[in-house]
């Protein structure tokens, strides 16, 4: 080596590159709440403008605040290093989010913020970095003047830092993200659909901190102009028909990974405007999967990792993960907090887990097919497992079809069980189970012909009788046997000398 270059990069080319990392506004703002959050705020404001094509965006927060020396630092892209260990609720690792999230956003950002009653505010303006092609990373401090003549920062500074001793807003300015195309109605239409987008997925993100799931932790207020956001939790805490399996917990590294997982119910099992409520955004066969949640805030949802395929079997399944920061480096957390892959042993825990879990979404549609079988002692159907495989089939031993074989001669009863067979072979399953499955199609519950029902009660109390059942173990034997839905008058004039009474 004969010596050292100076390769410092290009202010200008690299800060527009990084405006291309990959954010959109709603994981930008979530990055930027992250920090308030870290920053112990009880409250957090999104306020919004279209301003007639000059929109503007700003957060606005009652945490701890920054000094002059850390709001400084706080500016600086990489301010602090991924590697060094942080505080156990610091939703922070990068030093970089602050800065990438709003550029992904706007060209002006001015971060203003009180500590201790001191005020300080700096800004990066990408259009001056650019049209002065200077070398250097300068970025602008504010003095006290500058701050009362920029009318938009001094009125949120008079309306929400002026009565605080600390606080912090962060300011977007000349936004010009794919929301916004300068002057027309259409993007206008287009910035509120996005902020309200940005409002449903902060809802989930933070539902955690919006409404605290484990005691001695309180709610974290975030609204979007004024109005408060509600938390989404995905798992349907208010629906009371869900399941939620045993916890695991994984060890890796001498740290835990708690797995909580659920099912949902089935759409039969609860209203349909609950159902529909915890459906989210694309519906239950597109959200099932992880959730996994860095300090409790939401980083990735609804993916098996590619251990398995989603599929309609398992759409009512969902599991909470939970990971430390401590575990970041493993997990390959990305500076948008929007990725993340569980490294191969946990990989292996999380295989295992669906594997003891896959069963019980299953569970939750059999479970009609199970209750058909419990309910009567004679069903039409009768359903078999062998080798873990599941076999439907009508009944020879119910009395209307075992009669009927009795009945007739030899070669018409052979023909009869051929029937039978082809019937029960060709049972539709895969059919039936997305039909069964799907959050649209509803059976026809069948409509009962008067003299119909009344045939097939005498047909079937001349069944059982040919059986030797008589009196009151005939009336039992009848009431076991699953049949049309027989009214109980029609029971007491066909079997008039046995009372309910003593049946
Ligand atoms: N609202 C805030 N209140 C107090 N301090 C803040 C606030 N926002 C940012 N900071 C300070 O600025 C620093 C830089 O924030 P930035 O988001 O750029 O990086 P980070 O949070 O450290 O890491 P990451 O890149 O993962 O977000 C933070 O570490 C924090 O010290
Ligand atoms: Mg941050």
Same mark, same amino acid.
């Given at each position: 080596?004969?010596?050292?270059?100076?390769?410092?990069?290009?202010?200008?080319?690299?800060?527009?590159?990084?405006?291309?990392?990959?954010?959109?506004?709603?994981?930008?703002?979530?990055?930027?709440?992250?920090?308030?959050?870290?920053?112990?705020?009880?409250?957090?404001?999104?306020?919004?403008?279209?301003?007639?094509?000059?929109?503007?965006?700003?957060?606005?927060?009652?945490?701890?605040?920054?000094?002059?020396?850390?709001?400084?630092?706080?500016?600086?892209?990489?301010?602090?290093?991924?590697?060094?260990?942080?505080?156990?609720?610091?939703?922070?690792?990068?030093?970089?989010?602050?800065?990438?999230?709003?550029?992904?956003?706007?060209?002006?950002?001015?971060?203003?913020?009180?500590?201790?009653?001191?005020?300080?505010?700096?800004?990066?303006?990408?259009?001056?970095?650019?049209?002065?092609?200077?070398?250097?990373?300068?970025?602008?401090?504010?003095?006290?003047?500058?701050?009362?003549?920029?009318?938009?920062?001094?009125?949120?500074?008079?309306?929400?830092?002026?009565?605080?001793?600390?606080?912090?807003?962060?300011?977007?300015?000349?936004?010009?993200?794919?929301?916004?195309?300068?002057?027309?109605?259409?993007?206008?239409?287009?910035?509120?659909?996005?902020?309200?987008?940005?409002?449903?997925?902060?809802?989930?993100?933070?539902?955690?901190?919006?409404?605290?799931?484990?005691?001695?932790?309180?709610?974290?207020?975030?609204?979007?102009?004024?109005?408060?956001?509600?938390?989404?939790?995905?798992?349907?805490?208010?629906?009371?028909?869900?399941?939620?399996?045993?916890?695991?917990?994984?060890?890796?590294?001498?740290?835990?990974?708690?797995?909580?997982?659920?099912?949902? !119910?089935?759409?039969?099992?609860?209203?349909?405007?609950?159902?529909?409520?915890?459906?989210?955004?694309?519906?239950?066969?597109?959200?099932?999967?992880?959730?996994?949640?860095?300090?409790?805030?939401?980083?990735?949802?609804?993916?098996?990792?590619?251990?398995?395929?989603?599929?309609?079997?398992?759409?009512?399944?969902?599991?909470?993960?939970?990971?430390?920061?401590?575990?970041?480096?493993?997990?390959?957390?990305?500076?948008?907090?929007?990725?993340?892959?569980?490294?191969?042993?946990?990989?292996?825990?999380?295989?295992?887990?669906?594997?003891?879990?896959?069963?019980?979404?299953?569970?939750?549609?059999?479970?009609?097919?199970?209750?058909?079988?419990?309910?009567?002692?004679?069903?039409?159907?009768?359903?078999?497992?062998?080798?873990?495989?599941?076999?439907?089939?009508?009944?020879?031993?119910?009395?209307?079809?075992?009669?009927?074989?009795?009945?007739?001669?030899?070669?018409?009863?052979?023909?009869?069980?051929?029937?039978?067979?082809?019937?029960?072979?060709?049972?539709?399953?895969?059919?039936?189970?997305?039909?069964?499955?799907?959050?649209?199609?509803?059976?026809?519950?069948?409509?009962?012909?008067?003299?119909?029902?009344?045939?097939?009660?005498?047909?079937?109390?001349?069944?059982?009788?040919?059986?030797?059942?008589?009196?009151?173990?005939?009336?039992?034997?009848?009431?076991?046997?699953?049949?049309?839905?027989?009214? !109980?008058?029609?029971?007491?004039?066909?079997?008039?000398?046995?009372?309910?009474?003593?049946?």
């Amino acid at each position: 080596m004969s010596g050292h270059l100076d390769l410092s990069p290009q202010p200008s080319a690299l800060l527009e590159s990084l405006r291309s990392i990959g954010y959109t506004i709603e994981t930008a703002l979530a990055d930027i709440i992250d920090n308030s959050i870290t920053a112990q705020s009880t409250s957090v404001s999104v306020q919004f403008l279209w301003n007639n094509g000059a929109p503007w965006v700003a957060i606005v927060d009652d945490g701890r605040g920054m000094t002059q020396e850390e709001l400084i630092e706080a500016m600086r892209f990489g301010s602090r290093t991924p590697i060094e260990s942080r505080d156990e609720n610091d939703l922070g690792r990068f030093g970089l989010g602050m800065k990438t999230a709003s550029i992904s956003q706007c060209r002006h950002l001015t971060l203003a913020s009180k500590r201790d009653g001191m005020l300080t505010a700096c800004e990066w303006d990408l259009d001056k970095i650019a049209t002065n092609g200077s070398a250097s990373w300068l970025a602008g401090l504010y003095d006290p003047a500058n701050i009362t003549s920029d009318l938009l920062l001094n009125g949120l500074v008079s309306e929400s830092l002026a009565n605080r001793e600390s606080g912090t807003i962060l300011l977007w300015r000349r936004l010009d993200n794919s929301s916004v195309e300068k002057g027309n109605s259409i993007a206008e239409a287009r910035f509120s659909e996005a902020m309200d987008s940005a409002r449903k997925h902060l809802e989930l993100v933070f539902h955690r901190f919006l409404s605290p799931d484990s005691p001695g932790r309180s709610a974290i207020k975030i609204d979007f102009n004024g109005n408060a956001l509600d938390a989404f939790n995905p798992f349907g805490p208010l629906i009371p028909a869900r399941q939620e399996l045993p916890l695991e917990t994984v060890h890796i590294d001498g740290r835990k990974i708690l797995v909580q997982p659920y099912v949902l !119910p089935h759409r039969s099992k609860v209203p349909t405007a609950l159902y529909e409520q915890y459906a989210g955004e694309h519906g239950y066969l597109h959200n099932q999967g992880f959730y996994i949640y860095r300090n409790r805030r939401l980083i990735v949802k609804a993916t098996w990792f590619r251990l398995i395929k989603k599929e309609e079997l398992n759409k009512l399944i969902r599991v909470r993960v939970d990971i430390p920061n401590s575990l970041d480096h493993l997990w390959r957390i990305d500076v948008k907090k929007s990725q993340a892959s569980p490294p191969e042993s946990v990989r292996r825990e999380l295989k295992k887990v669906i594997g003891r879990i896959a069963g019980a979404g299953k569970h939750v549609f059999t479970r009609r097919a199970t209750v058909i079988k419990n309910r009567t002692l004679t069903p039409v159907w009768s359903r078999e497992v062998a080798d873990g495989k599941i076999r439907y089939g009508v009944n020879e031993e119910h009395p209307l079809v075992k009669s009927l074989l009795e009945m007739v001669t030899m070669e018409q009863a052979s023909q009869l069980r051929t029937c039978l067979r082809l019937v029960n072979e060709t049972f539709p399953y895969e059919l039936f189970f997305a039909d069964a499955a799907s959050d649209t199609v509803e059976f026809e519950k069948p409509e009962y012909d008067e003299e119909e029902v009344r045939l097939a009660a005498v047909q079937l109390i001349d069944a059982l009788r040919s059986y030797g059942f008589e009196g009151v173990d005939l009336r039992k034997q009848l009431l076991r046997t699953e049949a049309f839905p027989f009214p !109980p008058e029609l029971i007491d004039e066909l079997l008039p000398e046995i009372t309910k009474s003593n049946g």
